[in-house]
């Protein structure tokens, strides 16, 4: 089922300036439970939470991020990132895509968590805004960055060109379809991702908006090399290798 997203507004809400606008929530630890897991493939576990605490829940942008709190194996009361990928305040259900991978505590309870395994969420804390009528939008990105991708190929128009950089050979699978003129280039190896990106960004228009979340070196070095205005460009860090619970805010 093609995941929606409800366009509630929050009255908490305040608007700040800095750089870009953005909008800062009171944070909400919500108490949820698992209501149905379903696996992607053999790169995402997609878990549909649900509870009365999310009748009230907002996440107005595409890469927003909440705090799932868990316990792992040993007990230890874990935090982990991730995307709030759908919202149904109807059915008070919040959907997240956590990508697997080996050696993470939130990759494993995620992929061991059953209907009525309970958690809580928190946030988001903030909404940074990114402009909707650009003409052009560049998203680069490996599975972590997937479902903010998705979230924002569905809110885009039918005029709207799209250049979508993926690392991971399988990743396109789990592309939303949309409205706009998509274009994918998926790409296994590392350095061949990174070089075409350099160069398809040499010739940019100025009326693109780039956006792009992964790993830490990588997403460092697209910081160095990307040569755009920053206003029209978000790269963050999603997590780092060798890394447990790493995370950078945006455009640091
Ligand atoms: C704003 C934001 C939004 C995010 N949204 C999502 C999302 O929607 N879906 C999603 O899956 N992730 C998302 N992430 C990334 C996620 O928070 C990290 O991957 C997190 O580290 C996973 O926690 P973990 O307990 O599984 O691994 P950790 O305990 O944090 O790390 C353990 C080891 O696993 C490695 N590792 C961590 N993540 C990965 C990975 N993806 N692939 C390979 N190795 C990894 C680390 O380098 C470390 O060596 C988001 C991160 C941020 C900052």
């Known amino acids: 089922m093609r995941p929606s997203f409800s366009t509630a507004t929050n009255d908490k809400a305040s608007t700040i300036t800095f750089n870009l606008q953005s909008s800062l929530y009171e944070i909400t630890p919500r108490e949820v439970t698992v209501k149905s ?3 992607l493939g053999n790169d995402y576990v997609r878990l549909i939470f649900c509870g009365e605490s999310l009748h009230d829940f907002v996440s107005l942008g595409f890469d927003d991020h909440v705090k799932v709190i868990f316990s792992n194996v040993n007990n230890e009361t ?21 990508a697997l991978h080996p050696h993470g505590d ?8 059953a209907v009525g395994t309970k958690a809580i969420i928190a946030g988001p ?3 940074l805004h990114i402009d909707d009528n650009f003409p052009c939008y560049y998203f680069i990105g490996d599975a972590t960055a997937l479902p ?3 979230r924002k190929l569905e809110t885009l ?4 060109i799209v250049k979508i950089y993926l690392l991971g050979e399988r990743l396109a699978e789990h592309l939303m379809t949309s409205l706009a003129l998509v274009e ?8 061949m991702f990174k070089d075409n990106i350099i160069s398809a960004c040499e010739d940019v228009s100025a ?3 780039i956006w792009g979340a992964g790993e830490y070196t990588l997403m460092q070095e697209f910081k160095q090399q990307l040569n755009h205005p920053k206003h029209k460009m978000r790269i963050a860090s999603y997590w780092r290798k060798g890394e447990e619970s790493f995370h950078q805010e945006h455009n640091k």
């Open 37 to 39: 897991v379903q696996t």
């Open 78 to 98: 874990l935090r982990r990132n991730y995307t709030p990928r759908a919202y149904d305040q109807k059915e008070e259900t919040l959907t997240i895509d956590f």
């Open 106 to 113: 939130a990759a494993n309870w995620a992929e061991n968590a």
């Open 125 to 127: 804390r903030m909404t």
């Open 148 to 150: 903010a991708i998705n």
């Open 157 to 160: 128009g039918e005029n709207t």
């Open 184 to 191: 994918v280039f998926s790409f296994s190896d590392e350095r």
């Open 207 to 209: 009326n693109t908006f």
